[in-house]
Each structure stands twice: as structure tokens, then as C-alpha cells.
């Protein structure tokens, strides 16, 4: 069966760094595009970054700079890293298998998605 199991969160200070991880089984990473949402209490979840083995990479305006989204498909893991953290940034964080692209916007849009990861927390605060 198709899973995708996130790790890494936890708790940092404002300025601080995680690296968020998506451990994929029951597909091969490299044929699926892989993306990063996040959402916080009481507001809608939003995209953060997409990965695809022909695109490249997409970002959110507002993390672009801060984050980096990479690759190992020998592991099949996706990886988040997330630098210049901010309280804003404070959510539970998913990773999602979608289709082959992430072809610019599409990959925020719902029926983009095939599967969803349990999530992970993210807390910025002092």
C-alpha cells in the first residue's frame, strides 16, 4: 500500500532550522511528484513546495529563500529543509503524492493529490 510517513518536527526558536522528512513506500518516488503542505489552527491549508524529477523545484513566495525541498530516490525520501524559521511558519506540515508534475500551480489545487502523510509539527516560538 501506498504510505507516506513524515518526520522531523518539533520545537524551535524563531531563527532556527529543521529538516523535515517523507519517507514514501508502495510507489517509486521518482515517478510522482512530491509535495510539502502545512497547516495551522483555524486557517486552510496551504502548498509550501513541490518537488518532480523533470520540473524541479516550486516554492510558496513565503518561504521561498528560506526553504529547500530535495530529493533522495535511492531512499525514496523527500526532504524539507527549513532555515530563518518564523512564528508564522508554526503548523502541521504534510507531505503528499500528486502526479508526475507539479506544473506551476496545479499541484495546490485538491485533485491533485493522490495520498497524504499523518503530518508532523512544527512549532516556532520563543
Known amino acids: 500500500q501506498v504510505q507516506l510517513v513524515e518526520s522531523g518536527g518539533g520545537l524551535v526558536e524563531p531563527g532556527g532550522s529543521l529538516r523535515l522528512s517523507c519517507a514514501a513506500s508502495?510507489?517509486?518516488?521518482?515517478?510522482?511528484?512530491i509535495a510539502w503542505f502545512r497547516q495551522a489552527p483555524g486557517k486552510e491549508r496551504e502548498g509550501v513546495s513541490c518537488?518532480?524529477?523533470?520540473?524541479?523545484?516550486h516554492y510558496a513566495d513565503s518561504v521561498k529563500g528560506r526553504f529547500t525541498i530535495s530529493r533522495d530516490n535511492a531512499k525514496n525520501t523527500v526532504y524539507l529543509q527549513m532555515n530563518s524559521l518564523k512564528p508564522e511558519d508554526t503548523a502541521v506540515y504534510y507531505c503528499?503524492?500528486?502526479?508526475?508534475?507539479?506544473?506551476?500551480?496545479?499541484?495546490?489545487?485538491?485533485?491533485?493529490?493522490?495520498?497524504w502523510g499523518q503530518g508532523t509539527q512544527v512549532t516556532v516560538s520563543s
Open positions: 503528499a503524492k500528486g502526479g508526475p508534475y507539479c506544473a506551476a500551480s496545479a499541484w495546490v489545487r485538491p485533485v491533485w493529490t493522490d495520498y
Open positions: 508502495g510507489f517509486t518516488m521518482d515517478y510522482s511528484a
Open positions: 518537488i518532480s524529477s523533470s520540473e524541479g523545484t
